[in-house]
């Protein structure tokens, strides 16, 4: 699903942000990568979205070569891709809803599908009665539930979130990481970016940990890694 | 693009031009001096070169005849001008058709020649000359004046030079002053638009994460362009006909000397005015709004 080869990232100040990554992620996988500030997280994280252009090597994501693409490309590339941020990123003068529909009616579906999938997919992350609800009425775990329904809605083959439970307390945290599994578990490639140590080991899903923008550990199934 | 799509695009055009209304009047205003002042030129043009054009149609020269002359003299003169280079056609003018001609101009005026007969008939034996073209009007004339018995010449020619000067200056200074009220205008709109992204930054950020399309994110921004362009223009035309009905009528009726020349009616001036006005209202718009959205919206 997620091939990087080789990908080192550059900034133009000098400064690097990843190096020599070499990175498979399968389909249906739940990765979490984990490092301290400056490990290198975001700037993976923005590599996958297309953000940032790697420096050197390739990223392959659902069998498209992403550096080939070219700027018409990307948009059709992010429609595989679902994101969720730690702030949410709601629009606040749109209902709960709205903010939903708003990622379908900007790839243009259909309104007929708008209203049948939004619905569906609050109701999957049980704000079935929120739907009219502007963001500054809800809490944070809400909101983030918000987000998440807006990052699924399109039915994207894969989630990637960058601290997703960065904001919230433990109890709202671990309600969004039951989510995020059963969103994985019906198919959904996750990748999660996280500081998140007891969610991390709980959680016992793939990890890998970056220190310094290099890639020191990869495990199959494990804990937070005192490298880190 | 699906009507959905196209409803959202106006929407969302609209609310940015709301949101932003003291910016969008500022842009409204630049545009609507930008096309008043483009209207009023036209306007001013058009009549010249129509003023013109009746000159031309009604130019030759005049020769009038000095004393009594015979009628053998006078046919004559005429033989002798046919035969001048470039001259087409000599029509010879009596007092009495003079006169005639003369009230006929005048027409429900005419009550000023009352009293004039032949017996007292102030004007002269003339020939009107034509040519065929006015640019060989020089060389008739000079040898017009050599002839003896000819007392007086008279031609269009400073008149005609004169309007077709002032033509072409009038031309020159309103292309000169629509050009910087166009780069103003284009200017404020750009401003609007800068503002009308900034406003939108969030939005524009989610749009771009969920793979909305450049030009999915770009539409609105130009949709506002365009209102602010068409707005701008349908406001001058609209208030611009009836002032243009009423200049004309009023011409005619504090000069009526003026009758002699005819303007141009209010739809021959603007069934060409309103397309091209409206078309270059919705290009600054356009222009506007495509530069401000390269230099401001990284998509």
């Known amino acids: 699903m997620i091939w990087l080869n080789n990908v080192t990232k550059t900034y133009p100040n000098g400064s690097r942000g990843v190096e020599n990554l070499n990175l498979h992620i399968e389909k249906g996988d739940f990765v979490f990568i984990v490092g301290s500030s400056g490990s290198g997280k975001s700037t993976l994280i923005k590599l996958l979205l297309k953000e940032l252009e790697p420096s050197t090597g390739d990223i392959t994501i659902n069998r498209v070569k992403t550096n080939e693409l070219s700027r018409n490309q990307v948009p059709y590339l992010r429609r595989n891709l679902g994101v969720v941020f730690q702030d949410f990123r709601l629009l606040p003068n749109k209902t709960v809803y709205e903010n939903v529909a708003f990622a379908m009616r900007v790839i243009e579906a259909p309104s007929r599908i ?51 439970t960065g904001n919230l307390d433990p109890e709202t945290a671990w309600g ?24 991390v080991d709980d959680m016992q899903k793939r990890v890998v940990t970056l220190k310094q923008g290099q890639i020191v550990r ?10 880190a | 693009m699906r009507p959905s799509t196209i409803k959202y695009f106006l929407k969302e055009g609209l609310s940015g031009l709301k949101k932003n209304l003291l910016m969008t009047v500022a842009s409204i205003v630049a545009v609507m001096a930008c096309i008043s002042i483009m209207s009023f030129s036209y306007c001013v043009a058009s009549n010249l070169q129509h003023i ?52 006929k101009d005048w027409g429900a005026d005419e009550d000023i020649f009352e009293g004039l007969d032949e017996t007292n008939n102030p004007l002269s034996h003339s020939f009107q000359i034509t040519l065929d073209s006015i640019d ?14 000819i007392d007086n010449i008279r031609h269009g020619q400073t008149e005609t030079e004169l309007i077709m000067k002032a033509n072409k200056v009038f031309n020159i200074a309103s292309i000169l ?28 950020n989610i749009m771009k994460y969920v793979g909305a399309t450049d030009w999915f994110i770009r539409w609105p921004f130009i949709i506002e362009g365009v209102i602010i362009g068409l707005v701008g223009a ?38 060409v005015l309103f397309p091209v006005a409206l078309v270059f209202g919705v290009l600054l718009g356009v222009i506007g709004s495509v530069t401000s959205i390269r230099k401001h919206l990284q998509v």
């Open chain 2, 177 to 204: 002053v629509m050009l910087i009220l166009g780069i103003i205008s284009i200017m404020i709109i750009m401003n609007t638009i800068r503002i009308s992204v900034v406003n939108r930054r969030v939005e524009i």
């Open chain 2, 136 to 149: 060989n009007q020089g060389s008739v004339l000079a040898t017009l004046k050599g002839i003896d018995g």
């Open chain 1, 176 to 199: 969004i990481m039951q989510l995020l599994d059963d969103i994985n578990k019906r198919g959904t490639t996750i990748v999660m970016a996280t500081h998140a140590r007891d969610i």
């Open chain 2, 52 to 103: 013109l054009q009746q000159m031309e149609d009604s130019i030759g020269i005049s020769v009038f005849l000095g004393g009594n002359p015979t009628s053998q003299e006078i046919e004559g003169m005429k033989t002798t001008i046919s035969k001048i280079d470039h001259v087409l056609d000599v029509q010879y003018i009596s007092p009495g058709d003079a006169l005639e001609a003369l009230k």
């Open chain 1, 218 to 227: 990869d495990i199959k199934k494990g804990g937070y890694s005192d490298e």
């Open chain 2, 234 to 271: 349908v406001i001058p035309l609209l208030v611009g006909m009836p002032i243009y009905a009423k200049v004309i009528s009023s011409l005619y009726s504090y000069f009526p000397v003026i009758k002699m020349i005819q303007f141009l009616l209010t739809g021959d001036i603007f069934i």
């Open chain 1, 114 to 164: 708008i209203r049948r999938n939004v619905p569906a997919v609050l109701a999957l992350v049980g704000l079935g009665k929120k739907g009219r609800s502007y963001p500054n009425q809800l809490s944070g775990g809400e909101q983030q539930r918000t987000a998440l329904a807006r990052a699924i809605v399109n039915n994207p083959p894969i989630l990637i979130c960058d601290e997703p």
